[in-house]
């Protein structure tokens, strides 16, 4: 197990505690390292109107880019769980579609097969982003 992986799940799991989740009660922490080695991290919110609620990563995401770094994501984590059993599941929690929808355009824009690392039980296991989205649609679908 990567020290910086476990580092990175470890932030997740921290972040997924700051999760406003009075719906589903299901907490999800994203972090993100940067190519300087610093940790960029967002929780989800939800609400109401069940369509707008924000993921993780998405939020995590989009911090990087308001301080101008989307295009130094390197890895990500992400740990889910219900409330307080954030990270404790038999399974490892992945993005959703709409999230890896999301880490692609920044697949795309660092030119790299980002490793996202998905927490359980026992650590975590991780996979590349191509392998949570294969054939998945980006900018040079547009073409």
Do not use: W
């Not at 924000?54 to 890895?75: H, M, P, W």
């Amino acid at each position: 197990m990567s020290k910086t992986a476990q580092r990175l799940v470890q932030a997740a799991i921290e972040a997924a505690k700051t999760a406003y989740a009075p719906y589903s009660n299901f907490h999800v922490g994203a972090a993100l390292l940067l190519e300087n080695g610093q940790i960029v991290t967002g929780s989800n919110f939800e609400n109401a109107s069940y369509g707008m609620t924000l993921c993780a990563e998405t939020v995590a995401i989009a911090k990087a880019n308001s301080d101008g770094q989307l295009r130094a994501i390197r890895e990500i984590a992400v740990a889910g769980g219900l409330a307080g059993h954030v990270g404790t599941g038999a399974e490892p929690i992945t993005p959703c579609g709409r999230c890896r929808q999301i880490i692609k355009e920044v697949a795309d824009l660092t030119e790299a097969d980002i490793p996202v690392h998905c927490a359980h039980a026992t650590g975590y296991e991780t996979f590349t982003l191509f392998e949570l989205l294969p054939h998945g649609f980006g900018p040079a679908s547009l073409k």
